[in-house]
């Protein structure tokens, strides 16, 4: 079962500019995690917020959480070639060890 | 960071025959470990959660008997995919949380299998 919904799906944007992800979710969750993964990689742990934090930074990352709205936003600042992958929120819900991943956005940056 | 190894990375083997996928804790111990798969361009499907010591709990839709899951200590599980065909060509990637801390899960590098 998914948990999360991310949108958009696919987004391209020029070097330089920001982009932003959202993801909604369905039930109540313990923290809301960011994670990137290259096509056909592994996954790279970006950023982990708990339920009770409403932002956090790190580096040229900011995600927010609104758990009244069951949403989260991913933004990458001044993004770069490299920042191109997928991206995807994965939640933990409350009295639960799993963690269930959203459909995840297509990100393309275009030189 | 914690380190989570899954080991082969890629595997190719015939159809009818089994592979078994090690996920690895290096550094932590974990009582739960995760299994996914991911087909082309999807996401993340969580298939079972693997605890130490007890039988693993499936999702729905995923057969037990076809995927093997032991997790016979506190840093190894292990997924077979038995009689494997084609349509178990996949992206599998194991998880675990370190007990001290609890919160965040350490992904291994994914098993990319293709059965031919």
């Known amino acids: 079962s998914q948990q999360g919904e991310e949108d958009p799906q696919a987004l391209s944007i020029q070097e330089g500019e920001n982009a932003t992800m959202n993801c909604s979710y369905k039930?109540?969750?313990?923290?809301l995690q960011w994670y990137r993964q290259n096509s056909g990689r592994g996954l790279v742990h970006l950023i982990l917020?708990?339920?009770?934090?409403r932002e956090k930074h790190s580096g040229r990352l900011r995600v927010t959480l609104d758990t009244s709205k069951k949403s989260s936003s991913l933004l990458i600042t001044a993004s770069r070639a490299a920042d191109t992958a997928s991206y995807f929120c994965?939640?933990?819900?409350?009295?639960?060890?799993?963690?269930?991943f959203g459909k995840g956005t297509r990100l393309h940056i275009l030189p | 960071g914690a380190v989570v190894s899954q080991h082969p990375s890629r595997v190719i083997c015939k159809s009818g025959t089994s592979v078994k996928i090690e996920c690895r804790s290096l550094d932590f111990q974990a009582t739960t470990m995760f299994w996914y798969r991911q087909f082309p361009k999807q996401s993340l499907m969580l298939m079972a959660t693997?605890?130490?010591?007890?039988?693993?709990?499936?999702e729905q839709g995923v057969e037990k008997d076809k995927f093997l899951i032991n997790h016979a200590s506190l840093t190894l599980s292990t997924l077979t995919v038995t009689s494997a065909h084609p349509e178990d060509s996949s992206f599998y990637i194991c998880s675990a949380r370190d007990l001290a801390t609890g919160t965040e899960a350490f992904f291994g590098q994914g098993t990319r299998l293709t059965v031919v």
């Open positions: 994965a939640t933990r819900p409350v009295g639960d060890d799993k963690i269930i």
């Open positions: 917020i708990r339920s009770n934090e």
């Open positions: 039930t109540s969750i313990n923290n």
């Open positions: 693997s605890n130490e010591g007890s039988k693993a709990t499936y």
